[in-house]
């Protein structure tokens, strides 16, 4: 089931502890090496493109 925009909201997604502190990790990681901070969207964002660009690529979309 796909919801429509209006239906959904990016802050539903569940997020682990784990995930958390991946994430808080990545950003130190970028920021030190970019010399700027990244926010979580630009970052989860990025990831999810990454992941559907691999989908795309291995005909699974």
Do not use: C, W
Not at 9 to 32: F, N, P, W
């Amino acid at each position: 089931l796909v919801k429509s925009p209006e239906q959904s909201s990016r802050r539903s997604v569940t997020l682990t502890e784990e995930t958390v502190s991946g994430m808080a990790e990545i950003k130190a990681d970028l920021a030190h090496a970019h010399g700027r901070r990244f926010s979580s969207d630009e970052i989860f964002t990025t990831l999810l493109a990454i992941a559907f660009a691999l989908l795309y690529e291995n005909g699974l979309l």
